[in-house]
Antibody, heavy 116, light 107 residues
Framework: QVQLQESGPGLAKPSETLSLTCTLS????????WSWIRQPPGKGLEWIGY???????IYNPSLRRRATISLDTSKNQFSLRLSSVTAADTAVYYC??????????WGQGTLVTVSS | DIQMTQSPSSVSASVGDTVTITCRAS??????LAWYQQKPGKAPKLLIY???SLQSGVPSRFSGSGSGTDFTLTISSLQPEDSATYYC?????????FGQGTKLEIK
């Protein structure tokens, strides 16, 4: 069955770059979009962006061009880099498979805390 | 951005009841609307896509309707395991946006 798993440091320092990777198992990168979504503690969901299976990416303008999503089809992975982080970027970060605008497969989520 | 407004913010109902949650878009979203269920400490789970299509494996007591700016999620014959927060999400315009969530408590 298709599964996603986020990995990466759980702590980032202010002004540094947050890096997370999502590994797909049991399925193929092809024909889907691959999203990152985050949720600050106790708050709602925010869509960060997605990358298509062909490598085209779209981002939420609210992140002011700090986000970059990349794809490694050879490893069945996609990644998120978020630069110049502040405490406001503290959140649970989810990766998800997206098709026709809806995300049907999600990773379990990983908490990233921004603190010095 | 398309703003999504859910109501109510919270609702309490009994086992066997029917609950309706509404989601209003600030501009037309056609039928590009999804509904998710999230339980504490867990990732969201897709319930409904394209406004009214039931995701595989989701019980038929969940149903969605609407188009344009007004959408509803209806949960009939409530079960204890339906206690969760529910979110709508539009995919008509970029960036995708979510409603603020509706917390459902089972009495």
């Amino acid at each position: 069955q298709v599964q996603l798993q986020e990995s990466g440091p759980g702590l980032a320092k202010p002004s540094e770059t947050l890096s997370l990777t999502c590994t797909l198992s049991g399925g193929s990168i092809n024909n889907y979009y691959w999203s990152w979504i985050r949720q600050p503690p106790g708050k709602g969901l925010e869509w960060i962006g997605y990358i298509s299976y062909s490598g085209d990416s779209i981002y939420n303008p609210s992140l002011r061009r700090r986000a970059t999503i990349s794809l490694d089809t050879s490893k069945n992975q996609f990644s998120l880099r978020l630069s110049s982080v502040t405490a406001a970027d503290t959140a649970v970060y989810y990766c998800a498979r997206t098709y026709t605008g809806a995300s049907d497969i999600w990773g379990q989520g990983t908490l990233v805390t921004v603190s010095s | 951005d398309i703003q999504m407004t859910q109501s109510p913010s919270s609702v309490s109902a009994s086992v066997g009841d029917t609950v309706t949650i509404t989601c209003r878009a600030s501009q037309g979203a056609n039928r590009w609307l999804a509904w998710y269920q999230q339980k504490p400490g867990k990732a969201p789970k897709l319930l409904i896509y394209q406004a009214s299509s039931l995701q595989s494996g989701v019980p038929s007591r969940f149903s969605g309707s609407g188009s344009g700016t007004d959408f509803t999620l209806t949960i009939s014959s409530l079960q204890p395991e339906d206690s969760a927060t529910y979110y709508c999400q539009q995919a008509s315009g970029l960036p995708y946006t979510f409603g603020q969530g509706t917390k459902l408590e089972i009495k």
